[in-house]
């Protein structure tokens, strides 16, 4: 079974543009958790998708948010990019929401 | 926010070494943890979890111990090999809540 997959793998943006990321899940798993990682804040959660629906939310700005698919597949988007959005983004797929969650390889997003 | 701690940054271990990584935890209300393993370049790797319900588990050269008195789980690597060198996460998550929080991971090298 192929596992939790994320496009594109590498991105460079400058500051203000905006970016969408791309999250597929394993299949027949429904909920699809984001997190920011950098070296100084660690792994943070941003937000939690199952059933389409926003069911979590993490302490982020409005600039940051995501959608889930009906086939859910989910996708997260930042507008109006600062230098401090430069991370590797993580998105990680669970059967249900109380599974186990597995992790993709991330997206490294740069800002300059 | 909740907060999930490790008490060592880094731990260097001699290969064949059994290793033991620590975390705490500080909400008494989180009842499932997980570890997981990130290397270079890659997402976070579930490793094993375990539930409030029990104290040990065990895996494959693996055992998570949790110590609820003290919220105080640990991780150990038996016969620690050289592919084992990454860094190490613990994860907390309130049952039925899905919302995971991550420790700011150990850091494991394990010298040949």
């Known amino acids: 079974k192929a596992g939790v997959t994320q496009t594109p793998r590498y991105l460079i943006k400058t500051r203000g543009q905006q970016v969408t990321l791309s999250c597929s899940p394993i299949s027949g798993h429904r909920s699809v958790s984001w997190y920011q990682q950098t070296p100084g804040q660690g792994l943070q959660f941003l937000f939690e998708y199952f059933s389409e629906t926003q069911r979590n939310k993490g302490n982020f700005p409005g600039r940051f948010s995501g959608r889930q698919f009906s086939n859910s597949r989910s996708e997260m988007n930042v507008s109006t990019l600062e230098l401090g959005d430069s991370a590797l983004y993580l998105c990680?797929?669970?059967?249900?929401?109380?599974?186990?969650?597995?992790f993709g390889p991330g997206t490294r997003l740069t800002v300059l | 926010g909740e907060s999930v701690g490790l008490h060592l940054p880094t731990l260097s271990v001699q290969e064949g070494d059994n290793s033991i990584i620590n975390c705490a935890y500080s909400?008494?209300?989180?009842?499932?943890f997980i570890w997981y393993k990130q290397e270079s370049g890659k997402g976070p790797q579930f490793i094993i979890d375990?539930?409030?319900?029990?104290d040990k588990r065990q895996g494959q050269r693996v055992t998570v111990l949790l110590n609820k008195t003290v919220k105080h789980l640990s991780l150990q690597i038996a016969a620690t090999q050289p592919g084992d060198s990454a860094v190490y996460f613990c994860a907390e998550n309130i049952y039925n809540f899905n919302k995971f929080y991550f420790g700011s991971g150990t850091k494991l090298n394990v010298k040949p």
């Open positions: 990680a797929s669970s059967r249900g929401r109380t599974d186990t969650q597995y």
């Open positions: 909400n008494s209300a989180s009842d499932y």
């Open positions: 375990i539930r409030s319900n029990m």
